[in-house]
């Protein structure tokens, strides 16, 4: 599946993993995550294209969402507020970015995460932490925008991030990601996963 930057922002994402006492013990360089899917493409032409209505078909000719729950809605009709963006609060898992153990292959259909890793500090479950203040820099008509997301593992046992996503506030995944291999965090060890846009807006 390739990015049309003409469209999209190029999209590239990054991991950081801490030891309980803070100290970094694996760090990823940024990597191209070609991961965009049928709903930040119809997010970007949406607005101009006369929508089907909800309950119609996600699928090529439509230009609709497809929310995390499955439901299909328009962007005219039914669509929450967007305000918030990314910027969900600590403990929130419906939207922003999340993690998840699934290790099946990124399809442009995606509409959620395979196997979300829910908010928690029992077995399997991680607590996620407010999204951080996005940076945003522009410099020569490029414009970068940074999302993170710190994440606590206190679940009393070691667990291995295998897929990212990031979704809007309205509960629609934009984009999903494999990890492989996938990022392991011990029990007491937290994740830092950022997102960075970038979109050349020069003349």
């Not at 803070?22 to 760090?27: A, G, Q, T, W």
């Not at 939207?95 to 442009?108: K, P």
């Given at each position: 599946?390739?990015?049309?930057?003409?469209?999209?922002?190029?999209?590239?994402?990054?991991?950081?993993?801490?030891?309980?006492?803070?100290?970094?013990?694996?760090?990823?360089?940024l990597q191209d995550a070609h991961s965009w899917v049928?709903?930040?493409?119809?997010?970007?032409?949406?607005?101009?294209?006369?929508?089907?209505?909800?309950?119609?078909?996600?699928?090529?000719?439509?230009?609709?969402?497809?929310?995390?729950?499955?439901?299909?809605?328009?962007?005219?009709?039914?669509?929450?507020?967007?305000?918030?963006?990314?910027?969900?609060?600590?403990?929130?898992?419906?939207?922003?970015?999340?993690?998840?153990?699934?290790?099946?292959?990124?399809?442009?259909?995606?509409?959620?995460?395979?196997?979300?890793?829910?908010?928690?500090?029992?077995?399997?479950?991680?607590?996620?932490?407010?999204?951080?203040?996005?940076?945003?820099?522009?410099?020569?008509?490029?414009?970068?925008?940074?999302?993170?997301?710190?994440?606590?593992?206190?679940?009393?046992?070691?667990?291995?991030?295998?897929?990212?996503?990031?979704?809007?506030?309205?509960?629609?995944?934009?984009?999903?990601?494999?990890?492989?291999?996938?990022?392991?965090?011990?029990?007491?060890?937290?994740?830092?996963?950022?997102?960075?846009?970038?979109?050349?807006?020069?003349?």
């Amino acid at each position: 599946m390739k990015e049309n930057l003409s469209i999209l922002p190029k999209l590239r994402i990054g991991f950081k993993v801490f030891d309980k006492n803070h100290n970094v013990i694996e760090e990823r360089p940024l990597q191209d995550a070609h991961s965009w899917v049928r709903n930040a493409y119809n997010t970007a032409v949406g607005f101009s294209t006369d929508p089907v209505t909800a309950g119609g078909t996600f699928g090529d000719g439509y230009v609709n969402y497809k929310t995390r729950a499955g439901n299909i809605t328009t962007f005219i009709t039914g669509t929450p507020d967007m305000s918030n963006g990314y910027n969900a609060g600590s403990g929130v898992t419906t939207y922003g970015i999340l993690v998840g153990t699934g290790t099946d292959a990124v399809t442009h259909d995606d509409f959620a995460l395979q196997t979300l890793i829910t908010n928690g500090s029992s077995s399997g479950k991680m607590d996620y932490q407010a999204m951080e203040t996005q940076s945003q820099t522009w410099v020569g008509g490029v414009i970068t925008v940074i999302q993170g997301r710190y994440i606590n593992n206190n679940s009393g046992d070691s667990i291995t991030i295998n897929e990212v996503g990031l979704v809007s506030a309205n509960t629609v995944l934009m984009a999903r990601d494999i990890v492989s291999p996938g990022v392991t965090i011990n029990d007491t060890g937290q994740l830092l996963v950022t997102y960075t846009f970038t979109q050349d807006c020069s003349p």
